[in-house]
Every structure is written in C-alpha cells, then in structure tokens.
C-alpha cells in the first residue's frame, strides 16, 4: 500500500472516529448561514435546526457504538467512556436547545449566533471527553470555554450578565494559562503529552519522583478544578450563573461539568494509580472542602440561581468522592452521578425559568410562594428535582450518591464518605426550602403567572422528570453501561 493510501485510509478513519462532532459542528455552520438568509419572523428554525442537528449527532454517536476507534494517530478515542459521555453532553445540549425554543422567544436570544455558540462549545466537549492526548485535551477545553464566555455575557444591555462574563473570562484565562504549563512541565518530564503512554511510563519510579513531573500534575490539577468549580477555585461560578442567560446557566451546570470531568476521569483513572498515595490525600480535602463550602454556602443564599450555583459547587465535591475511591466502582459511580445531575440541573433550572418573569430580580425564592397550588404541574415538577438533588429516595440522585459514597467506604475513605453523607443532609434545608415557599408559604397578591411553554420545552421538562425517576427506580441498566465504560478504559 503507497503511503498516499495510508494516510488517506488514516484520515477517514479520524474522520469517522469524531463523526459526532462533525455533525454538531457541521449544524453549527449551517445555523450562521441560515441565519443570513432567513427573515426576522423566522428565525425560530434555526433553534429548530440546531435540535435536528444535535439529534442526528446523538444518532451517528450509537452508530458508532461502544467498540474502540483510533483517530489521528490516537490523539482522539472513540470508545465506551466517550460513547457514554457524549450521549450524556449531546442529551444535555439538546434538552437545552428545546428550553431555548421558549425561552429565546422571552428573552430575544432567537439569533443565530446564540445557537452557533451552544453547538460550538458542545463540540468542544465532545473533544474532551475523547481525547487521549493532553493536547487534544487543551483545544477541546479553549473550544468549550470560548462560545461559553460569550454566551454568559450575551445580555450585553444586563451589568450582571457583563459583570459575570468578565470574571468567568479573566479567570478562565489564568487556569487555561496553568492548564498549559502544566502539559508542558510533563512533557518536558515524560517527552510525551500521550495520556495511556505517560500512564505506562508510570511504572518508573524516576517519573513519578520527578518533581518537575509533580508540579505538572499539580497545575494540569487546578485547570480542571476550575472548570468543575471546586473550593478554592470556585469564586467565579456564583457571579458567572447568576449574570448568564438562564438557559446558558443550565447548560453550563449539566454539560460543561460533565466535560470536565470526563477529561479529569480519564487522567485520573490511567496515571494517578501509580501515585496514589499522594494525589488520594490532595483529592480527599479538595472533595472535602468543595462540598462542605459549596452547601454551606448555598445555605445564605436568598436567589435560587446562586443557590443553584452554590449547590453544583457542592455537586462536584460529591462527584469528586468517586474520583478519590478510584477504580472501577468509583468510576462508575462518577459516570452514572454526572447523567442523573444533568437531568436534575436541567430540570430545576427549566421550570423556574417558567416561574421568574424578569433575569435581574425574578429568581427570589419569595416569588414561588403560592406556586405550588395555583399551578401543580410545575410545583410538582420544581420538587421532584429539588428532592432528587438532594438525595432522598426514590429518586435518581439518591441511587447516584449511594453508589458514590459506597464506593469511597468499599475502598477505604469511610469518613470522607460520612462526611459527604452529613454535607447532603445539610443541603435539605436549602433544597426544601423553595418546597415550603411553593406550598406552605401564603400566595401575595400579584402571585406572577408563568410563562407559556412551547411543546418542545414542555416536552424536555417531562423527558428530564422521567429520567430522575427512571433512573431512581431502575438504575441497573445505567450502572451496567458505565461499568462497562470504564471497563473499557482501563482495560
């Protein structure tokens, strides 16, 4: 075979490994130029494009399956950790691009642009999850981060919303910048930024006793603690949810952290077993830390968006857990929280997008008293997330901090577990809290009357409400697929 041939066997076979994010970036160009061409009263096809795309995406995504595909001289990987993480970004971004069929009506974000940065950055995810090399890691996390800040400060007219894409910039900037010097530090240790090669390499005790090779993990540690909001490298998120458009807030909590941590999983999972014993205990007191400021914090909060806020802060300490137990029981347990707290995010946030009537001051607990007898369907609703982000049964998010904090007594973190069972008792409070207001607080005179949704939003809202209860109920098949996810990495 000429070597012509073999590289353009090569090409097509990277080209189909990433045939997801082609797809998703593909609807992305298609979107700014329908978006030239399509009058003003039509521009509610373009989110109905961006839904078409992300749908083919999820499509091409179980096309390819969960057997394992090398792209670009393995850089990227297809296999059943990504095959698991993409379905759970792609169903994210979806169900966010249904709310948005609503919620842009409200809020005048129905411009193409709008919808180009959600494809644009979820494509940057899509590479994350996948990528095996620390490079491809780093283009995936600028891809990700860029369309982000815009779409936080897309309400240019809103202090706030400037205010926290400011913030969430200049700080991106700086863990981006540790992020990078942290690759080169190892590559400078290793000669290599091949994540399975430096997980071989790991055997030396030269590399691992390198303390060039440590400061490199160290800072490639504190660009990923960024992204997933963990204390103390979390001042950003409050500011940066409460100042973004509603649904971007949305989006961020479930497919952005999602993102993150399957990049961190897959570096964890490979090349911190061989340093165990230092990088458990560095992951013990951030995991610590994150949840126990995260609901503490969240507790002094009066306006459910940082309230929100303050719990994904905590949501990631208990996803940090898993990372700290290690092992196949631990990584399951990390996949399968991160699917359940997508959907919860998704739908908390969705229905009080539907409650509040204005972004600057209609997020104030105060305003669902009353909500939950004058309108049931979305009392109910709001509770069944708020009860399952808390962690009580039957639901999703009960099953998912049960196998999280089984898997750190199995492997012998018994009082990080006991504390992360004490920090989810503490988050009652808050969570029940809207609860109270919407049933048992008096309704005031002028009680708002939410907002109309669209089939579409409607139809996310139930979708989202269903999988917390599926996955409460009859979680066996969700833990399976990510048993079997992890399985393949570290096989």
């Not at 940065?117 to 990528?131: D, K, N, R, V, Y």
């Not at 061989?274 to 914090?297: C, D, E, R």
């Not at 204005?358 to 069944?384: C, H, K, M, T």
Request: charged letters at 10%.
């Amino acid at each position: 075979m000429t070597p012509i041939a073999m590289d353009t066997g090569a090409l097509v076979r990277g080209l189909y490994c990433i045939l997801p994010e082609m797809v998703v970036i593909g609807t992305a160009i298609l979107v700014l130029l329908a978006d030239l061409l399509l009058p003003e009263e039509g521009k509610k096809r373009l989110c109905h494009l961006s839904v078409a795309g992300v749908a083919a995406a999820i499509l091409s995504a179980l096309w390819l399956g969960p057997g394992k595909i090398e792209g670009f001289s393995g850089m990227i990987v297809h296999d059943g950790m990504g095959l698991f993480f993409t379905l759970t970004i792609l169903a994210a971004a979806l169900l966010t691009l249904m709310m948005a069929t609503g919620y842009s009506e409200w809020e005048g974000t129905q411009k193409g642009e709008f919808y180009a940065l959600i494809l644009l950055s979820t494509s940057g995810m899509l590479f994350m999850a996948e990528g095996t090399d620390l490079m491809t890691v780093f283009l995936g996390l600028e891809t990700l981060s860029i369309p982000i800040y815009c779409l936080v400060g897309f309400h240019r007219g809103r202090m706030r919303s400037l205010e926290g894409a400011m913030k969430y910039f200049l700080l991106g900037a700086f863990s981006s910048g540790f992020f990078l010097y942290g690759i080169a530090l190892m590559y400078a240790a290793a000669g290599t930024t091949r994540i399975p090669v430096i997980a071989s390499m790991m055997r030396d005790a030269r590399l691992y006793g390198n303390p060039v090779f440590l400061a490199g993990i160290g800072l490639l540690l504190v660009g990923f603690a960024f992204k997933v909001s963990l204390v103390p490298f979390h001042m950003w998120t409050p500011d940066a949810y409460e100042g973004a458009p509603t649904l971007v807030t949305a989006f961020m909590g479930a497919a952005v952290k999602a993102a993150a941590f399957a990049a961190l999983l897959r570096v964890v999972l490979l090349t911190f077993p061989a340093i165990l014993p230092a990088m458990s205990g560095v992951l013990w007191v951030l995991a610590a830390l994150t949840m126990t400021v995260g609901n503490f914090s969240a507790l002094l909060q009066n306006n459910m968006k940082r309230m929100l806020a303050y719990s994904s802060i905590a949501h990631a300490g208990y996803i940090l857990v898993g990372l700290t137990a290690g092992g196949v029981a631990g990584g399951q347990a990390v996949l399968f929280y991160v699917l359940v707290y997508a959907f919860m995010n998704l739908g908390a946030f969705g229905v009080i997008m539907l409650v509040a009537q204005r972004e600057d001051d209609g997020y104030d607990i105060d305003n669902f008293a009353g909500i939950g007898f004058r309108y049931p369907v979305l009392g109910g609703l709001l509770s069944l997330f708020l009860v399952s982000l808390a962690g009580i049964p039957p639901t999703a998010g009960f099953v998912g901090k049960f196998y999280l904090f089984g898997a750190a007594v199995r492997s012998g973190y018994v009082g990080l577990a006991v504390l992360g069972v004490l920090n989810s008792a503490v988050s009652v409070y808050y969570y029940l809290r809207p609860v109270v207001s919407m049933y048992m607080a008096p309704a005031p005179e002028g009680i708002p009357v939410p907002r109309p949704p669209r089939s579409a939003f409607s139809f996310a809202l139930c979708a989202s409400a269903a999988a917390v209860l599926l996955l409460g109920v009859m979680p066996a098949s969700a833990l399976e697929f990510a048993e079997r996810s992890v399985l393949s990495l570290l096989m």
